[in-house]
């Protein structure tokens, strides 16, 4: 005679359970890279617009001899200051206007249209940024040092404080523009891999 015991199991044993993990979906990174852009988008709005409205505040009037004789330094008085205020205007304007597009490309990171439209516009409006950045720095560059050769005065001595609104105008319009270059090159990483 054999007898049987039957032991039942103890709940307190733990079970084996199977883990759910997904698979990582292809191109997941490119969602990143948008929402980057959107960021860095906003960023230079702000560099843009900051440059665009620090040059068209900048003025400084000295008194001469009476106050019906005096020495005035302003934007307006020089055209590379004047096509530096309406390109960075524009820029910004554009930047403004792109925001949807780079809301579309997170929305649909694979899609490629916006993100080849962002680029093409991108590349021309860099190209704004920097000749009139550029444009700009160099008359900057002669009211701080002048040039001897051709008797021109250096004016930052008198003009301090327009010399320092110009000044700081153009940092931010290089600020812009190495954030549209950080568009380009995240534009073409995302429209370059599948």
Same mark, same amino acid.
């Given at each position: 005679?054999?007898?049987? @015991?039957?032991?039942?199991? $103890?709940?307190?044993?733990? #079970?084996?359970?199977?883990? %759910?993990?997904?698979?990582?979906? *292809?191109?997941?990174? #490119? #969602?990143?890279?948008? @929402?980057?852009?959107? @960021?860095?988008?906003?960023?230079?709005?702000?560099?843009?617009?900051?440059?665009?409205?620090?040059?068209?505040?900048?003025?400084? =009037?000295?008194?001469?001899? =009476?106050?019906?004789?005096?020495?005035?330094?302003?934007?307006? $008085?020089?055209?590379?200051?004047?096509?530096?205020?309406?390109?960075?205007?524009?820029?910004?304007?554009? %930047?403004?206007?792109?925001? *949807?597009?780079?809301?579309? +490309?997170?929305?649909?990171?694979?899609?490629?249209?916006?993100?080849?439209?962002?680029? @093409?516009?991108?590349?021309?409006? %860099?190209?704004?940024?920097?000749? $009139?950045? +550029?444009?700009?720095?160099?008359?900057?560059? %002669?009211?701080?040092?002048?040039?001897?050769?051709?008797?021109?005065? /250096?004016?930052?001595?008198?003009?301090?404080?327009?010399?320092?609104?110009? $000044?700081?105008?153009?940092?931010?319009?290089?600020? /812009?523009?190495?954030?549209?270059?950080?568009?380009?090159?995240?534009?073409?990483? /995302?429209?370059?891999?599948?």
């Amino acid at each position: 005679m054999s007898t049987t @015991i039957d032991v039942p199991e $103890s709940s307190n044993v733990a #079970k084996g359970k199977a883990v %759910l993990v997904a698979p990582p979906r *292809p191109g997941g990174w #490119k #969602k990143g890279v948008a @929402i980057m852009d959107f @960021i860095l988008r906003l960023g230079a709005i702000a560099a843009a617009l900051g440059a665009a409205a620090t040059m068209g505040t900048s003025d400084q =009037t000295l008194p001469f001899f =009476t106050q019906f004789f005096q020495f005035e330094a302003s934007y307006d $008085s020089f055209t590379s200051f004047q096509f530096f205020v309406i390109t960075m205007a524009l820029v910004g304007g554009y %930047l403004v206007l792109s925001l *949807p597009f780079s809301f579309v +490309a997170i929305i649909r990171p694979h899609a490629a249209g916006p993100r080849l439209f962002l680029i @093409i516009l991108d590349t021309v409006f %860099l190209t704004l940024t920097t000749a $009139s950045g +550029a444009s700009a720095a160099a008359i900057v560059y %002669l009211a701080h040092n002048g040039n001897q050769d051709s008797n021109w005065l /250096a004016i930052c001595n008198q003009f301090g404080d327009f010399c320092a609104q110009t $000044s700081s105008a153009v940092v931010s319009s290089f600020v /812009a523009v190495v954030v549209l270059v950080l568009l380009v090159v995240l534009s073409a990483l /995302a429209l370059g891999k599948r």
